[in-house]
């Protein structure tokens, strides 16, 4: 007897994604410090803002990496993009202008905070290739929100969203869970809100304890209690069916692993795991390789799980964990993993 199953799950897909050239402008117009952040120490740049020399360094080193990939964005990360000054927001996107009329690049993206998605922000970034905005929402419970300092609240998320849909711009959402005063079922409901705006991609971080942050101090004073990597882990696989469920596909799931982000002595405490974002889709695959099994209802002997080459090491699991964890949840049955290029890239078949 042969099940497959194949769940709607974006991230899995084929096509190859765009080269993203990052341009790190560290806190710049951001009005506050949020208490769970220090970008400085994240991106390794301090507060400084790269002139145009090294805007043009770090855009032909990237592309020198472009390979087959098919499209090319350049991305404004690590601070408030659409808080800078209308003069500089201008500035930046005059150094990108002549790539984007070469066709070296194909598309700005910039991350930034749902009060700056305003009328007149969006107009004046019109006609310079914006291709995506990412909205650091954060959380849509405005008591948390409060707390880390965010000077925002959930309105700000929807007026932006709203307005973002009616200027057509396709939009991102970056969320973050373990936020200080959050309950899950708060995060479970807000992600539901969020992803019922239809957002084209999404993100997922955990709160790492960074020094330097307010949620330092607080975790320092015993107020403040990160998730554990298997909470974690968990609640970032229940947002991330929320999210693929609604047809939102999720980008990315924990941050950039580096040297800085293995250093004890920069990230205090937290869910940080350098692959996080494979732990919670070989979770995903470990609850689709139960429900396959159940559905066989085997009672003993041995089961081949067959899957597409490129979602073996999901099936396996970060050093084998999900299987040895199928193992154990079956203990009367030996599993052996086949790999067959015919089946789709989120699909497992038992047999
Ligand atoms: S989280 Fe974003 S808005 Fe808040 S201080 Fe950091 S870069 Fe600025």
Known sequence: MVLSVQASNAVMNEKKPPLIIPIFIPHSGCPHCCAFCNQSMITGQGKNLPDSGEMDRIIREYLAYKGSRSRVELAFFGGNFLGLS?????????????????????????????????????????????????????????????RVGRGHTSDHTRQALDLLKAYAI??????????????????????????????????????????????????????????????????????????????????????????MMEDKTQVLAGPWHPAFGHLVLSSLFFDRAVSRIRDVRPDRGAMVLRVHPRSESRLRGDKNQTLEKLKKTFPQISFSIETNRDLALDEIEVS
């Open 86 to 146: 209308p003069r500089e927001i201008l500035w930046f996107l005059e150094r990108v202008r002549p790539y984007i009329s070469e066709g070296r690049i194909q598309g700005i993206r910039c991350s930034t905070r749902p009060d700056t998605i305003t009328r007149r922000n969006l107009d004046i970034i019109a006609s310079h290739g914006v291709s995506m905005i990412e909205l650091g929402v954060q959380s849509m419970d405005d008591a948390v929100l409060s």
């Open 170 to 259: 396709p939009t991102g959402v970056q969320v973050m869970i373990g936020l200080p005063g959050e309950t899950g079922e708060g995060v479970i409901r807000g992600i539901r809100e969020l992803a019922s705006f239809q957002p084209q991609t999404a993100r997922i971080y955990p709160l790492l304890v960074l020094k330097g942050s307010r949620v330092a101090k607080w975790h320092a004073a015993g107020t403040y209690v990160p998730l554990t990597l298997e909470r974690a882990v968990d609640q970032a696989k229940q947002l991330h069916q929320i999210f693929t469920r609604a047809g939102v596909e999720v980008i990315r799931m924990g941050l950039q692993a580096s040297e």
